[in-house]
């Protein structure tokens, strides 16, 4: 079993950066896929980016596409999310999220494990 503790959110401005950090206790960190999901307010939970173990990336979504990077530190046990040229609507909670297996996946179902999301403010 993992845990999961998501930081790094806060108010930007439109075209600015953040980086979040999901930090993973446990030893078998390196073993689990792992995710990032955002929520916005009165939508649904989606998929952003995701990383296997062995650090093959799935596509990330349409929408974050050449702006957010997924990355991973096994040896420190955290996951990051690089944000660059942030808008509006990236406006969310955002949730890392990890698996079992080595196969990424973009349906949140497949995640039994997650953080208590961190949320990311972006103003115009």
Do not use: H
């Not at 799935?58 to 420190?76: E, H, L, M, Q, Y």
């Not at 080595?102 to 999301?117: A, H, K, V």
């Amino acid at each position: 079993q993992v845990q999961l503790v998501e930081s790094g959110g806060g108010s930007v401005q439109a075209g600015g950066s953040l980086r979040l950090s999901c930090a993973a206790s446990g030893r078998t960190f390196s073993s689990y896929t792992m995710g990032w999901f955002r929520q916005a307010p009165g939508n649904e939970r989606e998929f952003v980016a995701a990383l296997s173990w062995a650090g093959g990336p799935t596509p990330d979504a349409d929408s974050v596409k050449g702006r957010f990077t997924i990355s991973r530190d096994n040896a420190k046990n955290i996951l990051y999310l690089q944000m660059n040229k942030l808008k509006p609507e990236d406006t969310a909670v955002y949730y890392c999220a990890a698996r079992t297996g080595s196969s990424p996946s973009r349906d949140l179902n497949d995640y039994p494990y997650w953080g208590q999301g961190t949320q990311v403010t972006v103003s115009s």
